[in-house]
Structure formats: structure tokens, C-alpha cells
């Protein structure tokens, strides 16, 4: 997170200092209007003496007027520019973070608390970075240009005893600052808690609808809603506490003004029109002191939320190695996996354990087994997705580990097991937003992933936008249109991930029959519960608690009456039903 600031800092650096040229100018202006109206009380005791001084003294006000608006506007300009900068590069950051962030961490990290650190966490740190730079350096200019001129222009005694419950009011708002920050932090962790639940309830409001769990959702929205309401409440509570103090502070400095103004008038040390611009000098510093405790409270608030983004920040990420020669760009070749063990960061117990498997170029394995058997596992190794020890995996004759990760991704295509949609045309879905593709190549993919016929029927063809998580289609045309997604792409290595389960019998027949077409030369894994899925594979593997128990041809598998005939006989069974 320190890098992004000072690398923001440093581009920026020209128009920071030009911004704080002009504040420092504007609050120098702002001590003339006072001065001048000074002045003018002084001259009024004789007017036709000073009628022409009085209209030059009313000139210098309607020019300083105008100064103030000409400094005002770029610098306020500026530092909202600024701030909304800041607020655009560190959403980048963030968002570039965790696309590259190990798997291993993204697991631990809720939905919820990573759309908290992009709008929460990002808009507080704006905000104070808005405060330190706007209202921040008008309190320090307003304290060194008002106290300069307030004692050298009127009476340094009368400066220093008035300045004496602002100095103090200064030093209790610090001290109150720490309440403050405690209250906020609890706030936050209610906010992101909340933000946590509704993301939860709106990604199983169907669930909720099945089961009529509405009220009880309800209930505990209104609990943690409530949380946050307190906890808000604590913050204002502190808040309003700092405006008290300031309230009570100028009451005091307005007395002193009246009381010790009002003796050096009589002893004729200050005129009068000095003790009405001593006056307008302390109306000056209202604003930079009632700025005060919202400005500690923002730093506080923005402190809170930048640890916050710096631990975010500070999660592993992948590590992309440099591509040293082009001819690294395509992988080809076998796949080989020798004494593969692996268990999860955050788990002890192996999810794979010992398995050895061979996969020649242009060959097909199927991989079968109950849920939680490693078959997933198996893909997301061999996408490096998790990391593996040396040795254990190779493609192409080259262990994954001296791969480019992003030479790996862009050979192997993976159709998951979820077929992700996004909220958007179905050929942006299909092609996953790379260009390059034409229209004519997408409804290729689509013929060969038999939907074709589908999308036709719908208003746009393959320009129609879907729902949410594809949430118009049902789930079949879900599978078929992540289906076409290998079609299109020209990966040497596909992986299938139990794809066709929403697939009736004939459309999986012909959809795995041009699948077989189309791999013909690549290296292919369908990984499945389904029999018919794997049946025609060149070689299958049954994984059973991260092992592989059984492995052959499918008539091999039947023959041996294992745990690969129980698959067999269950689907048997349940197909003649």
C-alpha cells in the first residue's frame, strides 16, 4: 500500500506543491478582508477627511474579493482531482492483487470483505487523504498566517492569551482521538460483517425462497444491521464530543477578545478598528479548528482502513516467471505426474496422495470418483493454481514449476465444473473477452457444442446478454456454452471437469463425439461421475481418498468388478429406472 502512495505522490508532486501555493495564498488573502474593514471603522470617525482613503480601502476589498475567488477555485479543483486519482489507482492495485493472489489465500478471504476493501476501505482512505490535503493545509497556514498577523498587526499580548483555549482545545481533541478510533474500528468490522451476509443471502436467495428461510434471513439482517447502527452511533457520540470542546473553545476566545480587547481600548493601545479586526482574525480560525476532529477522525478512519488494504496487499501472490523465449509460448507434448502428494495450506490431512499417471499427446484419460476424491484437486495442480514440489509434475518434459504461469493457463483450457457466467453477451462469454476471434469462428464452437440451435432462437443470437451467473439459461445450455469455450480456444491440453452432468443421454453422445473429434491431436482429461462420460477414454483412473485405487480401459474396469463396476451398475440401474 506504501508504494502505491508514493508512487502516487511523486507523479503528482508538481500539482501538490501548486496546490498548496495557492492555499497558503487564499488563507493570506482571507486575513485582508479584516484588516481593511478594520481600517475603515478607524476612518469613519471623519469621513469627508478620509472619503477618498475610505473608497480606496473599499477597492482593496472588492479586489481581494476577487483574488480569493481566482485562488480559490484551482486548488480545490486540484485536490478533489487528486483524491479521485488516488481513489482510481488504488482500486487498480487492488483489483490487479487479487487476480494474481494464490488460490491458497483467496480461500480465505469472504466475498464480502473484498468488496469492503474496494468501496469501504478504498473510499475512507480517499477521504482522508482529502482532508489532509485540503483541510489539513489550510489549518497549518490558517495557525501560521492568522497568528503572524494577529500578533504583529494588533497586540502580540492580546494574540497569546487568546490564542491559549485554542492551543488547548488543539491538545484535547488529540487525546479524544484515540476514542474515536476505537469506536470506527468496531464499526468497520460490523460493516464488513453485514456486506459479508448480504452477499451470502443474495448468492443463495434461491435456496432461501425453497426452504421459506425469508423470516429467519430477515431476523438476522435486522441483527447485525442493528450492530452496525450502534456501533455508527458510538462513532457520532466521539464526533460530537470533539464539536462540543470546539464550541466551548471559541466561546472562551471570544470572551478573552471582548474582556482584554475591550481594556486595551480604553488604555488607547489598540484603536477600535483594531479590536473589530482582532475579532475577524479569530473568526478565522473557526473553521480550521472545527476541521480539526473531522480531520483526526478521517486520518483515523483512512489509518484503519489503509492497514486493512496493506494486509489485503500483503497476501502471497502467484509468481509469474518471464517469458525468455517465444518458442516457450506453446506447450506440447506428455503429461506426467510421478509421486504426487499434496494437502491444502490450511489442511493437514493429503488430498492426493502417491499418484502416478501418464498422459501421451493426443490421448484421452478419464478420471472417476466420489465427491471429495481429489479429481478437481488433480486439475487445479496441473493449472498451477496450487503450488507442487519440484519433480513431480511434467509437461512437455518440463517440470510445471520452471513453467511461466502464464504459459501454462494459456495452454491448457479448463471447462470447470461451476461453468461460470458473466452478466453479459453470450459471444463475450464464449470467447471470454479476448479478441480476435470472429463472429463466424463463435458460431462454429457453438455448432460443435451443440447449442447452436439454442441461441438462434433467442432475440439477439449470441449477442443476447444473459443474467447473472447465467441465470436466464438453464443448466444445461450453462455446460454447452462453457463447452463451446474449448471449441473456440486452441489449447494443446483440455481439461474437462464434470461438464455434462446436466446433459441429457443423446446430446452428451453427440456433444462427446465431436469432443473426440476435436482432440484428436491434443492431450485430453474428462474428469466425471458419469460412466458414459469417461467410458471411451484411453485410459481411466479411479480416485478414491486421493489415491487412485484401479486404473485401465473401460471393459478392463467392468471386468475386475471393483469399485469402478459399482459406478457402472449404480448408473445401470438408475438409467433403466
Known amino acids: 500500500m506504501k508504494k502505491i502512495i508514493l508512487r502516487f505522490l511523486k507523479k503528482h508532486h508538481i500539482y501538490i506543491i501548486i496546490q498548496t501555493i495557492f492555499i497558503f495564498l487564499n488563507i493570506y488573502f482571507a486575513t485582508y478582508p479584516a484588516k481593511i474593514i478594520g481600517s475603515l471603522i478607524d476612518l469613519l470617525y471623519d469621513i469627508p477627511a478620509n472619503q477618498s482613503m475610505i473608497i480606496q480601502n473599499i477597492i482593496y476589498l472588492l479586489l481581494v474579493s476577487i483574488g480569493l475567488l481566482l485562488v480559490r477555485f484551482p486548488w480545490r479543483f486540484l485536490v478533489t482531482y487528486h483524491s479521485r486519482s488516488l481513489e482510481k489507482d488504488m482500486k487498480n492495485e487492488i483489483f490487479k492483487h487479487f487476480l494474481k493472489m494464490k488460490m491458497s489465500e483467496i480461500q480465505e478471504i469472504k466475498n464480502g470483505e473484498i468488496m469492503s476493501h474496494l468501496t469501504k476501505d478504498v473510499g475512507e482512505v480517499r477521504h482522508a487523504f482529502y482532508r489532509l490535503e485540503s483541510y489539513g493545509t489550510r489549518i497549518i497556514a490558517t495557525f501560521l498566517i492568522g497568528a503572524i498577523t494577529m500578533a504583529q498587526g494588533i497586540n502580540l499580548g492580546l494574540t497569546a492569551v487568546t490564542m491559549l483555549p485554542i492551543v488547548i482545545t488543539s491538545y484535547l481533541i488529540v487525546k479524544i482521538k484515540k476514542y474515536v478510533e476505537t469506536s470506527f474500528k468496531i464499526s468497520q468490522e460490523h460493516y464488513t460483517e453485514l456486506s459479508e451476509y448480504v452477499q451470502e443471502s443474495t448468492d443463495a436467495i434461491r435456496t432461501t425462497k425453497a426452504y421459506s428461510q425469508e423470516g429467519n434471513q430477515l431476523k438476522e439482517f435486522i441483527k447485525k444491521n442493528k450492530q452496525l447502527k450502534m456501533a455508527n452511533n458510538a462513532v457520532d457520540v466521539h464526533s460530537t464530543l470533539l464539536t462540543t470542546c470546539i464550541n466551548i473553545c471559541f466561546g472562551l476566545c471570544y ?8 481594556k486595551l481600548v480604553l488604555e488607547n493601545t489598540i484603536t477600535i478598528g483594531d479590536f473589530v479586526a482582532f475579532n475577524g482574525y479569530i473568526a478565522l480560525f473557526v473553521g480550521p479548528v472545527s476541521w480539526l476532529p473531522s ?18 496487499l500483503a497476501l502471497e501472490k502467484e509468481k509469474y516467471l518471464p517469458l ?43 478420471i472417476i470418483g466420489a465427491v471429495g476424491s481429489g479429481k478437481t484437486t488433480l486439475a487445479n495442480l496441473l493449472l498451477h493454481l496450487y503450488s507442487v514440489q519440484d519433480n513431480m509434475i511434467y509437461i512437455g518434459d518440463k517440470d510445471i514449476n520452471r513453467i511461466p504461469i502464464e504459459v501454462i493457463r494459456k495452454n491448457i483450457c479448463y471447462i470447470t465444473q461451476d461453468n461460470f457466467l458473466f452478466s453479459n453477451t453470450i459471444e463475450k462469454n464464449i470467447s ?29 443470437g449470441i449477442y443476447t446478454v444473459i443474467g447473472e451467473r447465467g441465470v436466464d439459461l438453464s443448466g444445461g445450455q450453462k455446460q454447452r456454452i462453457a463447452v463451446s469455450r474449448a471449441f473456440l480456444n486452441s489449447s494443446d491440453i483440455v481439461i474437462f471437469d464434470d461438464t455434462f452432468s446436466a446433459l441429457d443421454n443423446k446430446t452428451e453422445g453427440r456433444l462427446l463425439e465431436n ?9 485430453c482429461i474428462i474428469i466425471s461421475s458419469r460412466i458414459s462420460d ?3 477414454a484411453d485410459e481411466i483412473i479411479v480416485l478414491e481418498g486421493g489415491s487412485i485405487i484401479e486404473r485401465g480401459i473401460h471393459q478392463d474396469l467392468v471386468e475386475q468388478r471393483g469399485s469402478y463396476y459399482k459406478f457402472y451398475q449404480q448408473q445401470i440401474s438408475q438409467n433403466n429406472e
Open 295 to 312: 480531520t483526526i477522525s478521517r486520518f483515523k478512519r483512512g489509518q484503519i482502513s489503509y492497514q486493512r488494504l496493506d494486509r489485503f
Open 534 to 536: 469417461i467410458k471411451d
Open 515 to 523: 469432443i473426440k473429434k476435436m482432440t484428436q491431436n491434443k492431450t
Open 324 to 366: 525468455e523465449q517465444k518458442a516457450e509460448a506453446d506447450l506440447k507434448g506428455d503429461i506426467k505426474i510421478s509421486h504426487l502428494s499434496f494437502h491444502y495450506p490450511s489442511h493437514v490431512e493429503e488430498v492426493l496422495e502417491d499418484i502416478n499417471i501418464t498422459i501421451k499427446q493426443g490421448k484421452t484419460l478419464g
Open 255 to 262: 470572551a478573552i477578545a471582548i474582556l482584554f480587547g475591550s
Open 432 to 460: 471470454l473477452f479476448r479478441q480476435g476471434y470472429s463472429e463466424k469462428e463463435i458460431m462454429k464452437s457453438t455448432k460443435e457444442a451443440m447449442i447452436y440451435d439454442e441461441i438462434q432462437e433467442m432475440n439477439n
